[in-house]
């Protein structure tokens, strides 16, 4: 494939063989050098834990072309640090800052022209994954592991322009209360697979989950975390131990304190005060920002600022985010990487 064949317009967010991707072992104790391949099929033991016992977890950050050429990685020392953290919670062995980071770059640059260019909307996702591999059967930890990440160019999110997009309380849950909610795994979207699919077919953009122990309050999209904006100011998400933590809601946090100068609160978020919120949205490498129209509960539509227009916080919000994700404007300390 050439760039020449590459419509960076028409890009959305599907599978792309792009030429190299990283592939390391974990055996006898130690993560190897790793490698590029150009082989994009795994061989592995049919006994693989990742296949039977869904020990495995995954990443997923975006690289992007700035206006001088150079290309961003976007705070991916905080997608090493929770990709380590799912590890631990599957007892895989974890990989280590340096190594993910180096990993990324040396994908991004080995697939260059594969990054849609500057002012598109569209990045190179960078899929980051751990699986246990190697011949098992009992319920235990593998005796080997893979560390891989590969990279497809993705479109812009919202062609023609950002817009709201309505969802669906689910009655399903994506994770238990004291279960694996807060760790990247597959598990999680295993669970997600069934209820995000009936919303689609109801027409919404995707469903999202209450808190498992109580249904009462609003925990997160399922592959995003949700926020609202108060009328007086108040950038909002939920705070539960089985919502993931992400990486786009944590920047938020910190850009809508110290940026647009809101008040910030981790806190909960019942299901009968949405009343509260002037605006709410979605946020996620994957989704950006997505703003929330409205939310469909037991039958009622709840509409926050407009089915049709975005809100004044969410756009700036928005602005904020991508100018400094595409190196327009100054990030907070660290936040960027260059690969150079
Ligand atoms: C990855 C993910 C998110 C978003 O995290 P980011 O780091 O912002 O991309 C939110 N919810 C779930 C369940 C996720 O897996």
Known sequence: MSNESINWDKLGFDYIKTDQRYLSHWRDGAWDEGTLTEDNQLHISEGSTALHY???CFEGLKAY???DGSVNLFRPDQNALRMARSCDRVLMPA???EQFIDACRQVVKANDRFIPPYGSGGALYLRPFVIGVGDNIGVRT???FIFSVFAIPVGAYFKGGMKPHNFLISGYDRAAPSGTGAAKVGGNYAASLMPGAEAKKQGFAD?????PQTHSKIEEVGSANFFGITANNEFVTPKSPSVLPGITRLSLLELAQSRLGLTVVEGEVHIDQLDRFVEAGACGTAAVITPIGGIQYKGKMHVFHSEQE???VTKRLYAELTGIQTGDIEGPEGWVVKVD
């Open 54 to 56: 869904g020990q495995q």
């Open 65 to 67: 072309r700035c206006k």
């Open 207 to 211: 469903c999202i989950y209450l808190d």
């Open 142 to 144: 593998a005796p080997e």
């Open 310 to 312: 975005v809100g004044p």
């Open 95 to 97: 990989v280590s800052t």
